[in-house]
């Protein structure tokens, strides 16, 4: 049995994608203890591990995500002396001076190479076969509004623009279907994310969020976290995303999510989507 440190520090999508290689490592690894963990800003994609297996005796949240690791990160790794920390390939050493230089996948061409999931398993030394993510949708909310409204998340990487960005015209316009449709339209909206006519916004944690898009009829969003845990309960999705993200790979294939219930579409820019494919 070995004490094991498992986690990425990434962002909510990078929390949610790493989870076949868990389910592979806990496989082949029945008996050792495993600490997960991640930075406080994102510590809500964590929950979606809870009672996930019960060899996941320990979730660590790290305060500080931009300056991991600090001093006092630093000396946690050395206080709780792991056998195994994935977050670092060569060393179970965790320093200072490898502030910014964790997890990074050794191919820089991975995008054009493999999927997502898989480059997130390789980050931590494991490969994986199947790129479905698997969560059990055990969130108690009250479902009287099951199938009766449609979400949202249109906003990836707010404030910040760019090829995955949408247009605010694409954004009314989308609202505007989904009212048609008779369907209400709920806005799972980050921090400062403008107003959009038609809709509601859910104003609420990022877990909540992703309990309620698993009781809509359907979810429409980017190239966001929110496109990754749904894909974990093959919830309804269309998904549009940018290839422009990453030229060289002229395709998003390697970044969309594996969902049997999804429908993807892409162009260099999401900007250039047509309003009838969306449709």
Not at 52 to 59: A, L, M, Q, S
Not at 90 to 119: F, M, Y
Not at 150 to 155: D, G, N, Q, Y
């Amino acid at each position: 049995m070995k004490k094991v440190y498992f986690g990425i520090m990434g962002q909510f999508g990078d929390i949610v994608m790493q989870e076949p290689a868990l389910r592979k490592y806990i496989k082949e690894n029945p008996e050792d203890k495993i600490t997960i963990g991640c930075s406080l800003k994102y510590a809500s994609a964590l929950k979606l591990y809870d009672n996930y297996h019960k060899n996941i005796v320990t979730r660590k949240i790290f305060l500080d995500y931009n300056n991991f690791p600090t001093e006092d990160d630093v000396r946690y790794f050395k206080n709780e002396k792991f056998d195994l920390i994935t977050i670092k390939r060569e060393s179970n050493t965790i320093e200072t001076s490898d502030r910014g230089n964790l997890t990074q996948h050794p191919d820089p061409n991975w995008a054009l190479n493999i999927h997502q999931t898989v480059a997130a398993g390789r980050q931590q030394n494991i490969e994986i076969e199947e790129s479905q993510i698997k969560f059990e949708n055990n969130f108690d909310i009250d479902s009287n509004e099951q199938e009766e409204y449609i979400c949202f998340s249109l906003f990836p990487g707010h404030p910040q623009r760019g090829p995955k960005s949408f247009s605010t015209d694409q954004i009314k316009g989308i609202v505007s279907l989904i009212n048609k449709l008779g369907y209400k339209a709920i806005h799972l909206n980050g921090p400062d994310e403008p107003d959009i006519p038609g809709s509601v916004k859910l104003n609420k944690d990022w877990l909540t969020s992703v309990a309620v898009v698993t009781r809509s009829k359907l979810l429409i969003t980017g190239d966001t976290g929110m496109s990754w845990a749904a894909s974990g309960f093959q919830h309804p999705t269309v998904g549009m995303y940018a290839w422009g993200y990453n030229p060289v790979a002229e395709t998003s294939k390697n970044w969309q999510p594996i969902n049997p219930n999804a429908i993807y579409l892409e162009a260099k820019t999401t900007k250039e989507i047509k309003p009838k494919k969306i449709i």
